[in-house]
């Protein structure tokens, strides 16, 4: 059973760029959910992904938009860049559509724009 | 938006002691989670308890809940220098379980 990864580790862009940012769900989970996680906070929910539509959205601009795949994939796409979309990004899938269950988490994409 | 808050923000202990951290969280919730960080990098889950339930273990994990009071602990017994980590507690809401809503976390730092 593979765990979450998440592709690329690390990256770093310039304000006003697109970035695209990956997931590879656990073998059996069906929901993807994406956080945006800065220094010394604790994660803020960005949006969750159930059988490939948004199955529910944080306070985040339309300029954060995601896929996900048939096979449970996901991608979070962040347009505009801003400094303040510095941050760790955390992908985690688990079975089902509910938050009944806990999460497994990747180890993240470390994202800097300068 | 954040949940609530962790207790303490920063914990150190000598390795064999036992660590308590609490957290404190403001709506209903469905259940509540704990998870550990390593170094600022991904969150892995340590112990769900649901809000019907009060104590639940876990190997040297204790934790419980106290929904009258909206609050958590969670309890590290023997304590190990590889137990240095930031720990977490997440709810999910009752009437939105879509998400996990964090506290800040407390570091804890075991010396060997």
């Known amino acids: 059973e593979t765990g979450v990864t998440q592709s690329p580790t690390h990256l770093i862009k310039t304000r006003g760029q697109q970035v695209t940012l990956r997931c590879s769900s656990q073998s059996g989970h069906n929901t993807v959910s994406w956080y945006q996680q800065a220094l010394g906070q604790g994660p803020q929910f960005i949006f969750q992904?159930?059988?490939?539509?948004?199955?529910g959205r944080g306070n985040f601009p339309p300029r954060f938009s995601g896929l996900q795949f048939p096979n449970y994939s996901s991608e979070l796409n962040v347009n505009a860049l801003e400094l303040d979309d510095s941050a760790l990004y955390l992908c985690?899938?688990?079975?089902?559509?509910?938050?009944?269950?806990?999460?497994?988490f990747g180890s993240g994409t470390r994202l800097t724009v300068v | 938006s954040q949940q609530g808050e962790e207790d303490p923000q920063a914990l150190s202990i000598q390795e064999g002691e036992n660590a308590t951290m609490n957290c404190s969280y403001k709506?209903?919730?469905?259940?509540l989670q704990w998870y550990r960080q390593n170094s600022g990098r991904g969150l892995v889950h340590l112990i769900l308890?649901?809000?019907n339930e009060r104590e639940k273990h876990s190997g040297r994990l204790r934790v419980t809940l106290d929904t009258s009071k909206k609050s958590s602990s969670l309890l590290i017994t023997a304590s190990r220098a590889a137990d240095t980590a930031s720990y977490f507690c997440a709810t999910v809401n009752a009437g939105n379980n879509r998400k996990l809503i964090w506290g800040l976390g407390t570091s804890l730092g075991v010396n060997p």
């Open positions: 992904y159930y059988r490939e539509e948004e199955n």
């Open positions: 308890i649901r809000s």
């Open positions: 985690a899938s688990s079975p089902r559509g509910q938050g009944n269950y806990g999460y497994t």
């Open positions: 709506t209903s919730i469905n259940n």
